[in-house]
């Protein structure tokens, strides 16, 4: 997954019964992402600069980070502190072969369920169980071109 130049992502995450929220990414390594919420937020993210604009306002330019730059290589971290891995089985998904691997980190506490792709190694979805924090990740459009640049109109974005 580190290794893709672009991917598109969908994450629902759900903290009660009944409420949620969707965001929609887009990823374009090595350092460009955007991505927009049901409720209306949308940003662009190059390096270590974001643009973000809620509601009917414009876009403003905000540091990224906290001094971290965005980094599509640091993105999935599902394994990054995972201590116990188990292939909980393989199976046929859309055509595909799936190894359906199950994760668990400690440190947090927080297990993942992972679908991959066993002929592109690539996760077709993940699901993170944690205290009162459930999210659903589906990825798509692998290395399918993307353009991500700063809003037109901002102080480095694309002249109209």
């Not at 350092?31 to 662009?44: K, Y």
């Not at 993210?45 to 965005?70: E, N, V």
């Not at 440190?107 to 979805?125: E, F, M």
């Amino acid at each position: 997954m580190r290794a893709l130049r672009s991917v598109r992502e969908t994450e629902r995450v759900t903290s009660v019964p009944g409420r949620g929220a969707t965001t929609r990414y887009v990823l374009q390594a090595p350092d460009r992402m955007t991505f927009q919420t049901d409720l209306g937020v949308r940003s662009v993210i190059i390096g270590s600069r974001q643009w973000i604009r809620t509601g009917a306002s414009g876009y403003r330019q905000t540091p990224y980070g906290a001094g971290l730059a965005f980094s599509t290589r640091t993105w999935f971290t599902w394994s990054t502190y995972a201590q116990f891995t188990y292939l909980l089985g393989m199976q046929r998904e859309r055509g595909r072969d799936v190894a359906v691997v199950a994760l668990m980190d400690p440190g947090t506490p927080a297990w993942y369920r992972l679908h991959i792709d066993r002929r592109s190694h690539r996760v077709l979805r993940a699901r993170l169980i944690t205290y009162a924090h459930f999210s659903t990740e589906r990825f798509a459009q692998a290395n399918v071109p993307v353009r991500i640049q700063p809003p037109i109109g901002s102080d480095h974005g694309p002249r109209p």
